[in-house]
Nanobody
């Protein structure tokens, strides 16, 4: 059974930083692209960032480019989202997701497995 568990969310002031982590089962981890998505209250889920299986290719939503960085450590089955210069509009539940293929994509329906989410709240 595939399990994804996010951590690192919390309350932060605008301009601050948070680092989200996601641990995922399944080996070898490097064959799976990973993504981060978010959903704010009353809004649809949206793509945030994705990284290819070996970490050589990344994709970002325009709204987070230059502020967020996705990375991964395949030795320990972890993926991270470093979030800097946070804004109130970044407030959402953030989800980690895993594809069954190594190519990264921003399309949420391409991801077969999802975590439970971690809340990020940015105060103004």
């Amino acid at each position: 059974q595939v399990q994804l568990v996010e951590s690192g969310g919390g309350l932060v002031q605008a301009g601050g930083s948070l680092r989200l982590s996601c641990t995922a089962s399944g080996r070898p981890f490097s064959v799976y692209a990973m993504g981060w998505f978010r959903q704010a209250p009353g809004k649809e889920r949206e793509f945030v960032a994705a990284i290819s299986g070996r970490g050589e290719i990344t994709h970002y939503a325009d709204s987070v480019k230059g502020r967020f960085t996705i990375s991964r450590d395949n030795d320990v089955n972890m993926v991270y989202l470093q979030m800097n210069s946070l804004k109130p509009e970044d407030t959402a539940v953030y989800y980690c997701a895993r594809r069954d293929y190594p190519r990264a994509t921003p399309q949420g329906h391409e991801y077969a497995y999802w975590g439970q989410g971690t809340q990020v709240t940015v105060s103004s």
